[in-house]
């Protein structure tokens, strides 16, 4: 006769029960039928998203007079690749003369837009100043500027001109007094206002030392190429300069 196997360890007294109930409640599985874990779909990690650039390559060159822009030095010249060269931008003499003519379209079509300030703000100035300002409060609301005779020494400053942003309001009405005080009888009306709104315009540009992306600073060279007049900052002196690619040989001793 066969011996008999011998039962496992764990087939007699309570520890056997338990097992035989275990085995009750999870049978066998039968022909064409599986477990649970054998018809689990083995784990498979997802692709890792590839992340895409967040800005859209810059356009060729060739397509623009003054080229896209490549960097900053120290930040504060654009520096640009144009077709024929490098291109060298002042970030605030350019700004400021783009400010200067948005001021201008403004003014020729009716007025220059106001945001009012949230708290208006009180500007101390000697008596004499305030006389000035008050004297033109007419011709500076005509350019965004809304100011209201504080007491003998002060202007209240209700809105200032929205093409500026959020500049220095001190600063600006201050500025405003020296030049109505360096030009305010010489000058006609118009050539009043125009050097209220460079004054402004000043106030309200690119500073320079301040870092720009390369969305904003291909933005700014792109306003220039439509602007009138971007080639020459408010005071007279250049905004941009270019060195031809037979400069920059030369510079090298190619030719």
Same mark, same amino acid.
């Given at each position: ?80 690749? =144009?077709? $024929?060269? #490098? ?6 003499? &350019?700004?400021?003369? @783009?400010? !200067? /003519? %948005? ?25 004499? =100043?305030? $006389?000035? #300002? ?6 500076? &609301?005509?350019?965004? @500027?809304? !100011? /209201? %005779? ?27 007094? $020296?030049? #109505? ?75």
């Amino acid at each position: 006769p066969a011996a008999a196997e011998a039962a496992p360890w764990w087939s007699g007294g309570a520890a056997g029960e338990a097992a035989q109930a275990l085995a009750a409640a999870f049978p066998p599985p039968r022909n064409g039928q599986h477990n649970v874990w054998e018809t689990r779909d083995a784990y498979a990690p997802a692709p890792l998203a590839r992340a895409e650039a967040a800005v859209a390559q810059p356009p060729e060159a060739t397509r623009f007079p003054l080229g896209v822009a490549r960097g900053q030095v120290a930040a504060t010249y654009i520096v640009a690749e =144009a077709e $024929d060269g #490098l291109v060298l931008v002042d970030q605030h003499a &350019a700004h400021e003369r @783009l400010v !200067l /003519e %948005r001021m201008r379209r403004a003014v020729a079509d009716g007025g220059v837009a106001r945001q009012a300030l949230l708290l208006p703000e009180v500007v101390e100035l000697d008596e004499t =100043a305030c $006389d000035r #300002l008050d004297a033109r409060i007419g011709e500076l &609301a005509e350019m965004g @500027l809304e !100011l /209201e %005779r504080f007491g003998p020494r002060a202007m209240l400053v209700r809105a200032t001109p929205a093409l500026l942003g959020n500049g220095n309001v001190i600063g600006l009405v201050a500025d405003l007094a $020296d030049e #109505l005080a360096a030009f305010d009888e010489a000058l006609s009306l118009k050539e009043r206002l125009d050097h209220v709104a460079a004054t402004m315009a000043c106030h309200g540009s690119v500073r320079a030392g301040r870092i720009l992306s390369v969305a904003e600073m291909n933005a700014l060279l792109r306003e220039m190429e439509v602007t009138p007049h971007s080639g020459q900052c408010n005071h007279g002196r250049p905004t941009w300069v270019k060195l031809a690619h037979n400069d920059i040989e030369k510079l090298f001793g190619r030719k």
